[in-house]
Structures are given as structure tokens and as C-alpha cells.
């Protein structure tokens, strides 16, 4: 089956400052790739996705990147603020349907 | 509803013991997925309900897990004899088809001492 690999595990920045979450896929067949926050005590909620047509997406402060031939895909973050500590899980999933495989999770700390 | 609502919220139980957690998808919701999120890790599919039936129940452990939906709408999440090694957060998401975005509740505690 799929396996999704994410780094770091922990990611600690100023305010202000950039943060990158990387993942990798294991399944080539993998073509949906959603990105979900979770903070505590809740379940996890989507902020961004791609499909695996797409190279690049960007929403305001953030951007998802993925390279196919590679089977990785990225989290960027610009003008991290307070409020985006939380820890971040990448998935994927086969058909673009919602059986995913999660990464481990990175906790991101923005300090102010 | 406005969202995804589980109960309890938190169940603490003893080994050996039966453990039925709720969930309560968004309104018109036909699909519906029970997810496991372990200390630390991140959430592991367990199965999926698209109207009433299982479509596919690929992620249950063993057959102490059982999930229903009679109605297509709440469904519940039935272990027996449970094992500490059951211990987690038990989270479950509903869309409104198997490729729409995915809402996750909250999720229902299970510690199994």
C-alpha cells in the first residue's frame, strides 16, 4: 500500500519567517494530495490540496508544491503568524478519493 | 448539522469491555469515513460508508471492530473486548461524494486502562 513520509517532525520559526513541510509518496498511482492543520483538541481541518495535474498552488499565504517524477510534495508557508502554530498532516490518495494515507504530522511553532 | 458531531467525546473504559462511539455527519452527507489517530501519529482509515453500506472496511484491525449506518446518516463505531492497544482518538469525516473535501469532527478519546 501507500506510504507517506513527512519532515520534520517538529519545525520551529520566528514570526514573520517562512516555513517549508515536506512529504514523500511511495505509490505513483497516488494523484490527490490534500494538506490538513489540526489543532488540539480538534480534528484535523483542509487548507490547501492538489491534484496530481497540477505542479504548483496557491492560496494567500500558502503554496503547495509537487513533483510527481520525484513522488514528493511541499508545504509552504510565508509570514508565519501565532495563530498557524498547529501540527500539519500531508496525505495522499489513490483516485482522488478521501481513503488517505497521512504523513506523521509536523507541530509547528510560530513564536512571536 | 453545521458539522461533523462525535460522542462522547471522551470514554474511558476498562480492558475486556464493549465501547460503542457516535457519529453524526453533516446533513446530506452520503459518504462517510471512521479514521484512528494515534498518540503522535496521524489519522489511519479504518472503513467507509458510502449511504449505508461499507464500501470498503479495508483499515478495521480485526473483527473486534464493526462499523454500522443503517439510515445513511449516524453511525456507529462498535469495538469489543477492547485492548489497551485500542487506545486513541477515534475521528470521523463525511463529504458529500468519495472525492469532495473530506470534514472531520472533533473525535471521541477512547483509553482503554
Known amino acids: 500500500g501507500e506510504n507517506v513520509e513527512q519532515h520534520p517532525s517538529t519545525l520551529s520559526v520566528q514570526e514573520g519567517d517562512s516555513a517549508v513541510i515536506k512529504c514523500t509518496y511511495s505509490d505513483s498511482a497516488s494523484n490527490y494530495f490534500p494538506w490538513y492543520k489540526q489543532e488540539l483538541g480538534k480534528g484535523p481541518q483542509l487548507i490547501i490540496d492538489?491534484?496530481?495535474?497540477?505542479g504548483e498552488k496557491k492560496d494567500q499565504r500558502i503554496a503547495v508544491t509537487l513533483n510527481k517524477t520525484a513522488k514528493h510534495f511541499s508545504l509552504h508557508i510565508t509570514e508565519t503568524q501565532p495563530e498557524d502554530s498547529a501540527v500539519y498532516f500531508c496525505a495522499a490518495s489513490i483516485g482522488g478519493f478521501n481513503k488517505f494515507y497521512f504523513g506523521s504530522g509536523t507541530k509547528l511553532n510560530v513564536k512571536p | 448539522g453545521a458539522g461533523v458531531s462525535q460522542t462522547p467525546s471522551n470514554k474511558v473504559t476498562e480492558k475486556g469491555k464493549y465501547v460503542e462511539l457516535r457519529c453524526d455527519p453533516i446533513?446530506?452527507?452520503?459518504?462517510l469515513y471512521w479514521y484512528r489517530q494515534s498518540l503522535g501519529q496521524g489519522p489511519e482509515f479504518l472503513i467507509y460508508?458510502?449511504?449505508?453500506?461499507?464500501?470498503?472496511d479495508s483499515g478495521l484491525p480485526n473483527d473486534r471492530f464493526f462499523a454500522v449506518r443503517p439510515e445513511g446518516s449516524v453511525s456507529t463505531l462498535k469495538i469489543q473486548r477492547t485492548e489497551r492497544g485500542d487506545s486513541a482518538v477515534y475521528l470521523c469525516?463525511?463529504?458529500?461524494?468519495?472525492?469532495?473535501?473530506?470534514?472531520f469532527g472533533a473525535g471521541s478519546r477512547l483509553t482503554v486502562l
Open positions: 469525516a463525511s463529504s458529500s461524494d468519495r472525492r469532495d473535501v473530506l470534514t
Open positions: 460508508f458510502q449511504g449505508t453500506g461499507a464500501a470498503d
Open positions: 446533513s446530506g452527507h452520503t459518504a
Open positions: 492538489i491534484r496530481s495535474n497540477v
